[in-house]
């Protein structure tokens, strides 16, 4: 798959999510912190019915701008942007977070998210 191919797979989900878009056994890891468990999830059904569904009911408003997209070896897209995020308490937030995003025939196969979440749960205990 070329870069520009695997790019174009990326936007399609950051223009509109959709099952569609996910390989059957998609792997989708999250970094701890984010509120919500697990922080693996594999297949469609578990990242569209599991966890955007855990991440609707923890924020009010939830979304995520790619700034910026470099293809990597491998079918590989790494992803800079902003989570926009209100709590259910009405707290607005902004945070950085990076994809890595592996792309093949098309279809996304993983994605591994890491966000600031000391700016997205700032009530959490953090690790030093």
Known sequence: MSDEAAIAAVR???????AALLHPQVHWRICPGMGVEPTVYVGPDDVMGVLWPALHARFSYWSQKADEMIA???GRVVVRGRIIAQTRDG???????????????????????VADTATLMPDATHAR
Do not use: E, K, N, Y
């Open 12 to 18: 399609r989900w950051f223009a509109h999510p959709a």
């Open 72 to 74: 990597a070896d491998g």
């Open 91 to 113: 707290r607005r937030l902004s945070a950085c977070f990076i994809d890595i995003v592996t792309v093949s025939d098309g279809l996304i196969v993983a994605v591994d998210s």
